[in-house]
């Protein structure tokens, strides 16, 4: 079985910087991508970026560009979010995910999350 767990949340203040990690344990894949998600209170979950290992090339949506960095090692299947200049609106709980074939788009393994709170 495979785990995911990130960790590096807690509460910061408006302009701090914040690296989450997340790294994958127990019965892992070689997987083709891993990537982090958030879920703010009251709102759905929604990407924020991703690294392909192939080619360790990033993706990010577009609200999160420019603050946020991903990166990581895939040897040790491990992911890192570096967010920077954090504001209240970044407050979430952020999930790691695995996706294991670049043939199925879906991200097969989740973390259960980390809390960021940003503190005005």
């Known amino acids: 079985q495979v785990q995911l767990v990130e960790s590096g949340g807690g509460l910061v203040q408006v302009g701090d910087s914040l690296r989450l990690s997340c790294t994958a344990s127990g019965r892992t894949f070689s997987y083709y991508s891993m990537g982090w998600f958030r879920r703010a209170p009251g709102k759905e979950r929604e990407f924020v970026g991703v690294?392909?290992?192939?080619?360790?090339?990033?993706r990010y949506a577009d609200s999160m560009k420019g603050r946020f960095t991903i990166s990581g090692d895939n040897a040790k299947n491990t992911v890192y979010l570096q967010m920077s200049s954090l504001k209240p609106e970044d407050t979430a709980v952020y999930y790691c995910?695995?996706?294991?074939?670049?043939?199925?788009?879906?991200?097969?393994?989740w973390g259960k999350g980390t809390q960021v709170i940003v503190s005005s």
């Open positions: 995910a695995a996706r294991r074939s670049r043939s199925r788009p879906i991200f097969d393994d």
């Open positions: 690294i392909t290992w192939s080619d360790n090339s990033t």
